[in-house]
Each structure stands twice: as structure tokens, then as C-alpha cells.
């Protein structure tokens, strides 16, 4: 069985005037997200800035987050790392902790050969029982999963049990669910394509919207899900304008800006990363307030 079926969020890391992590707001963030129809709990992944948190803090967020939770909707923790070593111990961490499943993006900056990638996965896979979704998300690591690698792994390597896809290219998506005999768990990683991604097999997204707009993104997800396309179109197209502002620039940099301007007070991002340029935000806080309603 899937780990979800639905709208998961990719959810943002809170953090207070000093920097450190609100752990406290963390926790009624996820309250805000089981109230309003979110289906999974993503923590720490690359909307939670996980790249930047120390090991002490990517655990506590995950546990804070398996116990806040407590059952109500799945919980999955982001383990990757561009360190084979540091990917198995976060996985077995995140594993001891109760996590429902792990989000492993591929290894950044190393870029490794499809090669290195099967042992980077399967090594991660063997060291755990919990369920794996894959991560395969170029333009940010510059190393992507080929179709034929991430058949093989699904095939191969029992755990591994789908892929977050966000390369943006429908037709290697097709080529993938071909291969998998359409078996593979696929989520898309790109809110402008949940709709596409659903029509070749796909289950769910893992949202960026969701954030801002939970139930909204699981509407989409389940309306297509349960037989009105048109509508689960309609919402996607509608959309449009909003997801597009929450990407004008790097995420998390406007999701973040958008939450505090909803009010949720999650504060600033940690350096590299930093506060969203004016002229974006104020795109930002337009479209917000033009899909104000479906919020």
C-alpha cells in the first residue's frame, strides 16, 4: 500500500528571532495541516530547509513531528544527503522515531553516475525497513534519476516504493510509469503539474501550495482522484497565478513570505538563503489576495 494518497505538504521549518528552530509553532503548523485535510506531513526536506539544520536539529523536527502528528496522517522525513554515510544514519534515525516513510532526494553537488546512484539508494534502502520515496529533482542537486535506474531500484530494492518526481518532463514520466507497469508510487514535485501527474498514474503531490492552500491542493488531488477531471483542472488552472508567484523565486524563499503574510509567523530563512526581494513579494501578496477565497 501507498504511504499517502492525496495532497502532502513539503513543509516549512519555522524559526525564531534568533535563528533557532520554533518547534512550538512547528507544532501548530501541523495541527493547521491535519484540521485542513492534509493528507501527509513532509518535514525537513527542501522546503524545510533540511540542508541547513544541524543533525541535532533535522532529528528533533522529525521527532517533534512524528509525536505532534501522532497517527492522525502519515509522517515523512527527509533523509537525504549528498553523503551516502550521513543519508543512512538520518534514515535510521527518522526510522527509530516512527516515520512512515523517507523522502530521499539524490546526492547533490558529488552529481553521482546512475551507478553510484543505485548503491547511494540501496545501501540507504538496506539499512532500514521504512519505505522509500525517491527524489528526483535536477535543478537543484544537478544530478538526476534516469527512468531505467529508478525502474531498476523499484524493481530491485524491495522498500523503495516510489519517487517524488519534479523534473517537469511529462514524457520521461510516461516512460517511467511504462516501465514500472504503472506500479510505481508517483507523487509530482511540481504544484503546476499535479493534474498531468495524475492523468499518467500518479497518487498525490508533495506540495509547496499546500502550505498556503491544504485543502485547496488535496481537492485537486482527490476530485481528479475520485472521477471529476474537469474539476480537479479547474482548480489547477486556477491556481496558476498563486504557484507561480511562490516560485519567482528559489523556495522556500516566497512560501515562507507567504506564510507570514497569511499570519503564520514562521519567521525568516536561514543564509544562504534570505528575505524575498520587494518587487516579488508584492506579486505575491496580490496573488494572495486574489485566490483569497479559496484559501
Same mark, same amino acid.
Given at each position: 500500500?501507498?504511504?499517502?494518497?492525496?495532497?502532502?505538504?513539503?513543509?516549512?521549518?519555522?524559526?525564531?528571532?534568533?535563528?533557532?528552530?520554533? $518547534? &512550538?509553532?512547528?507544532?501548530?503548523?501541523?495541527?493547521?495541516?491535519? &484540521?485542513?485535510?492534509?493528507?501527509?506531513?513532509?518535514?525537513?526536506?527542501?522546503?524545510? !530547509?533540511?540542508?541547513?539544520?544541524?543533525? !541535532?536539529?533535522?532529528? !528533533?523536527?522529525?521527532?517533534?513531528? #512524528?509525536?505532534?502528528?501522532?497517527?492522525?496522517?502519515?509522517?515523512?522525513?527527509?533523509? *537525504?544527503?549528498?553523503?551516502?554515510?550521513?543519508?543512512?544514519?538520518?534514515?535510521?534515525?527518522?526510522?527509530?522515531?516512527?516515520?512512515?516513510?523517507?523522502?530521499?532526494?539524490?546526492?547533490?553537488?558529488?552529481?553521482?553516475?546512475?551507478?553510484?546512484?543505485?548503491?547511494? $539508494?540501496?545501501?540507504?534502502?538496506?539499512?532500514?525497513?521504512?519505505?522509500?520515496?525517491?527524489?528526483?529533482?535536477?535543478?537543484?542537486?544537478?544530478?538526476?534519476?534516469?527512468?531505467?535506474?529508478?525502474?531498476?531500484?523499484?524493481?530491485?530494492?524491495?522498500?523503495?516504493?516510489?519517487?517524488?518526481?519534479?523534473? *517537469?518532463?511529462?514524457?520521461?514520466?510516461?516512460?517511467?510509469?511504462?516501465?514500472?507497469?504503472?506500479?510505481?508510487?508517483?507523487? %509530482? /514535485?511540481?504544484?503546476?503539474?499535479?493534474?498531468?501527474?495524475? %492523468? =499518467?498514474?500518479?497518487?498525490?503531490?508533495?506540495?509547496?501550495?499546500?502550505?498556503?492552500?491544504?485543502?485547496?491542493?488535496?481537492?485537486?488531488?482527490?476530485?481528479?482522484?475520485? /472521477?471529476?477531471?474537469?474539476?480537479?483542472?479547474?482548480?489547477?488552472?486556477?491556481?496558476?497565478?498563486? #504557484?507561480?508567484?511562490?516560485?519567482?523565486?528559489?523556495?522556500?524563499?516566497?512560501?515562507?513570505?507567504?506564510?507570514?503574510?497569511?499570519?503564520?509567523?514562521?519567521?525568516?530563512?536561514?543564509?544562504? =538563503?534570505?528575505?524575498?526581494? !520587494?518587487?516579488?513579494?508584492?506579486?505575491?501578496?496580490?496573488?494572495?489576495?486574489?485566490?483569497?477565497?479559496?484559501?
Amino acid at each position: 500500500m501507498a504511504i499517502f494518497k492525496g495532497a502532502g505538504v513539503a513543509l516549512v521549518t519555522p524559526f525564531k528571532e534568533n535563528g533557532e528552530v520554533n $518547534y &512550538e509553532k512547528l507544532e501548530e503548523l501541523i495541527d493547521f495541516h491535519v &484540521e485542513n485535510q492534509t493528507d501527509s506531513i513532509i518535514i525537513v526536506g527542501t522546503t524545510g !530547509e533540511g540542508s541547513t539544520l544541524s543533525e !541535532e536539529e533535522h532529528i !528533533e523536527c522529525i521527532k517533534v513531528a #512524528i509525536c505532534k502528528t501522532n497517527k492522525r496522517i502519515p509522517v515523512i522525513a527527509g533523509t *537525504g544527503s549528498n553523503c551516502t554515510k550521513t543519508a543512512v544514519y538520518l534514515s535510521k534515525e527518522a526510522q527509530q522515531a516512527g516515520a512512515d516513510g523517507l523522502l530521499v532526494v539524490t546526492p547533490y553537488y558529488n552529481k553521482a553516475t546512475q551507478n553510484g546512484l543505485i548503491a547511494h $539508494y540501496t545501501t540507504i534502502a538496506k539499512s532500514v525497513d521504512t519505505p522509500i520515496i525517491m527524489y528526483n529533482v535536477p535543478s537543484r542537486t544537478g544530478c538526476a534519476i534516469a527512468t531505467s535506474t529508478a525502474a531498476k531500484l523499484f524493481k530491485d530494492v524491495d522498500n523503495i516504493v516510489g519517487i517524488k518526481d519534479a523534473v *517537469g518532463n511529462l514524457s520521461q514520466t510516461a516512460e517511467l510509469m511504462h516501465l514500472t507497469n504503472g506500479e510505481l508510487d508517483l507523487y %509530482s /514535485g511540481n504544484d503546476d503539474q499535479i493534474v498531468p501527474i495524475l %492523468s =499518467l498514474g500518479g497518487i498525490g503531490v508533495i506540495s509547496v501550495l499546500s502550505n498556503v492552500a491544504p485543502k485547496y491542493t488535496h481537492d485537486i488531488v482527490f476530485e481528479y482522484l475520485n /472521477g471529476n477531471t474537469s474539476k480537479a483542472a479547474k482548480l489547477q488552472l486556477d491556481a496558476i497565478p498563486l #504557484i507561480k508567484a511562490l516560485f519567482s523565486e528559489v523556495n522556500p524563499i516566497p512560501v515562507k513570505a507567504a506564510m507570514n503574510i497569511l499570519g503564520h509567523e514562521v519567521g525568516d530563512l536561514r543564509l544562504p =538563503l534570505t528575505n524575498m526581494e !520587494e518587487a516579488n513579494q508584492a506579486v505575491l501578496a496580490k496573488a494572495i489576495k486574489e485566490f483569497g477565497a479559496c484559501l
